[in-house]
Every structure is written in C-alpha cells, then in structure tokens.
C-alpha cells in the first residue's frame, strides 16, 4: 500500500513563473492538505481540500490555489512565483479531515524559485 | 497570533542517553498534541499524540507529557539511538474541524556514537 505520494520530487523555476506540484494521497484517504516548509521552519499550512472543494485556508495569498479531483488526488499551483516561494512543499493526507485522524505526510517536493 | 515554539533548536545527546525535547504553545484552547520526527528528505512522520485530558501518554521508547498549567510539552526519548537523529517538531490542532496543524519552528537532535 502506497503512502503519500508527491510529483516532482524538486523543481527549479523562475520570478515571475507558474508551478504546479501534485500529491496522490494514502489509499482510503479523502483529504488533503499543502503546507510550505521553508529552511529551518515548520511547516506552515496552506489550504485543505476534502470533498474536492477546499474547506480551509492559512494565510496566503490568493496567488496559491488548488484542486481536488474525484479519485481525492490534489494539486497545488502556485502563480507569478517570488523568490520568497523557495520552499518544501508537503501534502499531508487524512480520513475525512477531522481533527483526530491521523495525517500522513509525503515527501515533499523541493521548490526553488530563482 | 497562532504560534507553537521549542525552546531549543539543537540538542546534542550521547548514543544510550535519554533525551528531552521540550514545547510552548501559546492557545489554551488548544486540545490536541502531536509529536512529529522528520528525517532528511523526508516528510514529517507522526510519533505520539496527547490529548489534554491527559498529561502523561507513553509510547515505544517516547513518553509525553503535557503541563496545561503553563502550556508546555515535552518530547522522552529513552535510550536514544543514531536513528533517532532529527528534527522534532510539535504541533497543535488549529481547528477542530478540518485538523489544520499548527507546527512549532523544530529542535534539531544529533546523537553521537
């Protein structure tokens, strides 16, 4: 059974560029959440899907957006891209979302925005 | 604001030793708690959760304990081995509902042989 999985594993991209990063999630899982992991930080979270509409967002701009499809994978996008951006982007997995579930986290893909 | 902190960003411990990782959390509020160990590379994976009916939850080598009095977590590691070495992080439920997490900045552990 695959865990979390996440699509590239690093990429490099320019200012001003647009990205998309993608996560399969855990098998059975239905929601998904993004946060950023810069150097040295924490993760910060940025949006969380279930039921392919997205039920809560952290504070980022509206230049971060995403999707959920119908078999629960997500995607990430990330418009007119800042130095800033350079980061670890993780996807977390979970059961429905609720608090208590356990979330299951990827690996993780390595942006660097030059 | 929403923040969780550690107190220390490197702990340096003696292969056998046991260590200490400790957390402060600023929301009161707050009711769940969760341990997480990430590796070089790798995403963050869970180790133990408390709850805050609860001050103490022991698991395979690791122990949590919770002091709601002033907000603070600790991490036990009994016995620490070099797989141990990684950044720890604590983190806070955010919401209820959607099990938004809120991660505090991570203690950096290294073990030494």
């Known amino acids: 059974d695959a865990g979390v999985t996440q699509s590239p594993t690093h990429l490099i991209k320019t200012r001003g560029q647009q990205v998309t990063l993608r996560c399969s999630p855990k098998?059975?899982?239905?929601?998904v959440s993004w946060y950023q992991q810069a150097l040295g930080q924490g993760p910060q979270f940025i949006f969380q899907?279930?039921?392919?509409?997205?039920?809560q967002r952290g504070n980022f701009p509206d230049r971060f957006s995403g999707h959920q499809f119908p078999n629960y994978s997500s995607e990430l996008n990330v418009n007119a891209l800042l130095l800033g951006d350079s980061a670890l982007y993780l996807c977390?997995?979970?059961?429905?979302?609720?608090?208590?579930?356990?979330?299951?986290f990827g690996p993780g893909t390595r942006l660097t925005v030059l | 604001g929403e923040s969780v902190g550690l107190h220390l960003p490197t702990l340096s411990v003696q292969e056998g030793d046991n260590s200490i990782i400790n957390c402060a959390y600023s929301?009161?509020?707050?009711?769940?708690f969760i341990w997480y160990k990430q590796e070089s590379g790798k995403g963050p994976q869970f180790i133990i959760d408390i709850r805050s009916n609860m001050d103490k939850r022991q698991g395979q080598r690791v122990t949590v304990l919770l002091n709601k009095t002033v907000k603070h977590l600790s991490l036990q590691i009994a016995a620490t081995q070099p797989g141990d070495s990684a950044v720890y992080f604590c983190?806070?439920?955010?919401?209820?509902?959607?099990?938004?997490?809120?991660f505090g900045q991570g203690t950096t552990l290294q073990v030494k042989p």
């Open positions: 983190a806070e439920i955010g919401s209820s509902n959607t099990g938004k997490l809120i």
């Open positions: 929301n009161s509020a707050s009711d769940y």
């Open positions: 977390a997995s979970s059961l429905d979302g609720f608090s208590y579930n356990e979330q299951f």
């Open positions: 899907y279930y039921e392919e509409e997205e039920r």
């Open positions: 098998s059975g899982h239905d929601t």
